[in-house]
T-cell receptor
Framework: KAGVTQTPRYLIKTRGQQVTLSCSPI?????VSWYQQTPGQGLQFLFE???????NKGNFPGRFSGRQFSNSRSEMNVSTLELGDSALYLC?????????FGQGTRLTVV | SQQGEEDPQALSIQEGENATMNCSYK?????LQWYRQNSGRGLVHLIL?????REKHSGRLRVTLDTSKKSSSLLITASRAADTASYFC???????????FGQGTTLQVKP
């Protein structure tokens, strides 16, 4: 089985722009979660989707949004980028036995 | 934040020694999971222990869970240089894919 695939791997954006990140979960996994990792705040939960519905949301501003498609692939969007949004964004697909993470998208906002 | 705490923050040992990392959390949980991360890459799932379990083994890994103390430990026996990484505990309180991570322990295993 292929693992969780995140694209792109690296991204450089300018303040004020918006960005869309993509995540393809492991085949058959219907739950997809997103996390932000920064040196200062560590790993923080953004949101989780299951069968195209957002089931859980973390404490992030409305600039962070996501969606899930019928094939379970997910995207997250960040609008009006700020320097503080620079981070490693990780996607995970899960079953009841644990979460499987992609390699992440390294976003740098300049 | 419900984020747990891990200690030590950093651990340096010689190859062949055992490494123990501890994790404490704040709320009731359904399960607790341990992950490894190499150099800012993706996280690798190591082991999951459910709230009704007290100990679990997987290869050189041993995890314990004490729900009365809201704490868990990860023991890596006979460590190898390849075990050098950051280790995170994560709690699942809702069975909905939402994990709350600790700050992590950075382990360095010297050859």
């Amino acid at each position: 089985k292929a693992g969780v695939t995140q694209t792109p791997r690296y991204l450089i954006k300018t303040r004020g722009q918006q960005v869309t990140l993509s995540c393809s979960p492991i085949s058959g996994h219907r739950s997809v979660s997103w996390y932000q990792q920064t040196p200062g705040q560590g790993l923080q939960f953004l949101f989780e989707y299951f069968s195209e519905t957002q089931r859980n949301k973390g404490n992030f501003p409305g600039r962070f949004s996501g969606r899930q498609f019928s094939n379970s692939r997910s995207e997250m969007n960040v609008s009006t980028l700020e320097l503080g949004d620079s981070a490693l964004y990780l996607c995970a697909s899960s079953t009841g036995s644990g979460a499987f993470f992609g390699q992440g998208t390294r976003l740098t906002v300049v | 934040s419900q984020q747990g705490e891990e200690d030590p923050q950093a651990l340096s040992i010689q190859e062949g020694e055992n490494a123990t990392m501890n994790c404490s959390y704040k709320t009731s949980i359904n399960n607790l999971q341990w992950y490894r991360q190499n150099s800012g890459r993706g996280l690798v799932h190591l082991i999951l222990i459910r709230s009704n379990e007290r100990e679990k083994h997987s290869g050189r890994l041993r995890v314990t869970l004490d729900t009365s103390k809201k704490s868990s430990s990860l023991l890596i026996t006979a460590s190898r240089a390849a075990d050098t990484a950051s280790y995170f505990c994560a709690t699942d309180s809702s069975n909905t894919g939402k994990l709350i991570f600790g700050q992590g322990t950075t382990l360095q295993v010297k050859p």
